[in-house]
């Protein structure tokens, strides 16, 4: 696939204004290596870079369904990679189209600091080069643009604005991912569980004004990297020479939580906090691996922890219900998922919990409320699923006629295959269906069939 095989859009269509999200990825110190190594030691440099760049966005969208791929366009030239998703102006659009520019920068992120190149300077002893990476979203006209050769083009002064963003990077104190305030806005809400650095305005040459930008400061614990064992070595040895890198050590760190050596883990997080103390995405990736362990007492303290700086940390909010769970502590437990949602609405998990929660209180109209609610939040088809079954549950024990509305819900979704499966644990819910009519009880254990995953075939 190519920038030329998959354009915005046909060629014969009018232009249009759309909602874009834009990325543009450079080597921080490009211009000094260029000035420093051979001609066809820096072809070879940039050859690999450019190699890493495609490789990376061609993967991420050839995982989007083929409608979502037409949204997108990319090109790269020298150190330059530029990625744009353009589409209607809608919350959902834009917060998918920022969580594939994550995925995109903290894979090519990886990838380069895996390059040959930088494998050299860290056998050396050496910092790995970082790349500056700018996102921004911003309204473009799409259409036949002459100079571009291509049928559907962007352009547009939000692209220019991106690049002043990149630019600022090179003054980036973790990940040198910069944001504009929109992408910061849409991205708290991200899949990916990204935080950010406090807001920072800063003077924008060639704009002549003050901007808004935020710098990602972390992951949540769990994202997926793939890294290899061979790979993993590597970067540890960058992250032995630099221990106070704190994006290095969350890497780390999350490596170890994949492999399940939880403290590991937390030692790794532990040394890379005293660097800063107060950084949250480490607090916060403690607590989740105390929560492995099955130390929950220690798990909330470091949610509390999370919470003094960022009292908006929907993650730690949930965590904390699971602790009130574990506990018994059920009034507890709901507020804490009350939380959740109100930081971040689009946390399904959280969503789902308090669901279930409320129907075990007894509270079945409120339960109806906040399953009626999913709809509007970012969730996926099988999170939606869950939560019309469980409002189709609160329905029927609260004898409200709006069960049947969230069955006919569950039922639209369910005429379809669903995307994911959620995990859920239904005994709870087959519990409570005793107090239910006999067939009622019937169609509520096919609705639970359903929705249970089920096992992989074995060979």
């Not at 060629?11 to 909602?19: C, G, K, N, W």
């Not at 150190?79 to 994550?102: K, Q, T, V, Y």
């Not at 708290?188 to 808004?212: A, H, K, Y």
């Not at 789902?352 to 996926?380: K, M, V, W």
């Amino acid at each position: 696939m190519s920038e030329h095989e998959d354009g915005i859009a046909a060629r014969d269509e009018a232009p249009e204004i759309q909602m874009a999200t834009i990325m543009f990825v450079d080597i921080c110190n490009s211009s000094e290596i260029s000035n420093i190594l051979s001609l066809e030691a820096y072809d070879a440099f940039i050859s690999e870079y450019q190699m890493i760049a495609r490789q990376v966005i061609e993967r991420a969208l050839d995982d989007l369904p083929a409608k979502a791929r037409t949204e997108c366009e990319f090109s790269i030239r020298g150190d330059e990679a530029f990625f744009i998703a353009c589409g209607p102006n809608d919350d959902a659009s834009i917060e998918r189209h920022i969580d594939i520019a994550l995925h995109i920068a903290f894979n090519i992120k990886r990838r380069w600091m895996l390059s040959s190149f930088n494998r050299t300077r860290i056998a050396q002893g050496k910092h790995n080069e970082e790349l500056g990476i700018g996102i921004h979203i911003g309204e473009v006209v799409v259409g036949f643009h002459p100079g571009r050769g291509l049928p559907r083009t962007a352009e547009g002064w939000a692209i220019n604005l991106t690049k002043k963003i990149e630019g600022l990077s090179r003054q980036g104190m973790y990940s040198h991912i910069m944001v504009s305030e929109g992408v910061y806005r849409h991205a708290r809400q991200s899949t990916l569980g990204v935080c950010f650095t406090d807001r920072n305005t800063t003077w924008v040459e060639g704009i002549r004004r003050n901007l808004p930008i935020y710098e990602v400061k972390g992951f949540k614990q769990g994202y997926d990297f793939e890294i290899t064992d061979e790979e993993f070595d590597v970067i540890y040895r960058a992250y032995l020479n630099n221990p106070y890198d704190l994006w290095m050590g969350l890497m780390v760190g999350n490596y170890f939580y994949h492999q399940g050596r939880y403290h590991k883990a937390i030692e790794t997080l532990r040394d890379t906090l005293e660097a800063e103390p107060a950084y949250v995405p480490g607090l916060y990736n403690i607590a989740i691996c105390y929560y492995q362990v099955g130390d929950f007492k220690r798990a909330a303290e470091y949610c509390h922890a999370v919470l003094r700086y960022d009292k908006d940390h929907a993650e730690a909010y949930y965590l904390l219900g699971l602790y009130h769970l574990q506990h018994g502590q059920l009034a507890e437990e709901i507020e804490n998922y009350q939380h959740a949602l109100l930081c971040n609405p689009s946390l399904a998990i959280a969503r789902i919990n308090l669901i279930e929660s409320l129907i075990q209180h007894g509270e079945y109209r409120q339960a109806l409320r906040f399953a009626d609610d999913a709809d509007a939040a970012n969730c996926d088809d099988g999170e939606l699923a869950v939560c019309a079954f469980l409002g189709y549950l609160a329905g029927l024990l609260a004898h409200d006629n709006h069960a049947e509305a969230c069955r006919e819900r569950l039922e639209a979704l369910l005429a379809v295959p669903l995307s994911r499966m959620i995990p859920f644990d239904f005994s709870d819910c087959q519990a409570l269906m005793t107090q239910l009519p006999d067939e009622t009880q019937v169609t509520v254990r096919r609705y639970i069939d359903c929705l249970t995953p089920q096992p992989a075939p074995t060979t």
